[in-house]
């Protein structure tokens, strides 16, 4: 099994909301810095936001920006990405992952542990 699990994914229409959630499976990360990524069809893995191990750092891709929120509930180890105004080029494969190191990045070689994604489709 992945090291993460996501959910959340699914339909949903131009304007609408989501969140999905990324647990941990047999590990916690509660050192690691976490991301959210999403590839569409014929196009690379891109990155989407970013939080540090403490919560307290966030960065995001610039599609995204004052749309999407990533935060992480340290109690219980889960990974959140809450989704506002999703368009239609948002249609992609959501990925969550672990990084190797404590510091938020947007560079995906910087992260080890990757789930096996949920897809998302906005319709117009």
């Known amino acids: 099994q992945a090291p993460l699990v996501e959910s959340g994914g699914g339909l949903v229409q131009a304007g609408g909301s989501l969140t999905l959630s990324c647990a941990p499976s047999?590990?916690?990360?509660?050192?690691?810095?976490m991301g959210w990524f999403r590839q569409g069809p014929g196009t690379v893995r891109e990155f989407v936001a970013a939080?540090?191990?403490?919560?307290?750092?966030?960065y995001y891709g610039d599609s995204v920006k004052g749309r999407f929120t990533i935060s992480r509930d340290k109690a219980n180890y889960t990974l959140y990405l809450q989704m506002n105004n999703l368009k239609p080029e948002d249609t992609a494969v959501y990925y969550c992952?672990?990084?190797?190191?404590?510091?938020?990045?947007?560079?995906?070689?910087?992260?080890?542990?990757w789930g096996q994604g949920t897809q998302i489709t906005v319709s117009s």
């Open positions: 047999g590990y916690t990360f509660s050192y690691n810095a």
């Open positions: 939080v540090s191990w403490s919560g307290a750092v966030t």
């Open positions: 992952a672990a990084s190797r190191d404590l510091a938020a990045s947007s560079a995906l070689a910087d992260y080890k542990y």
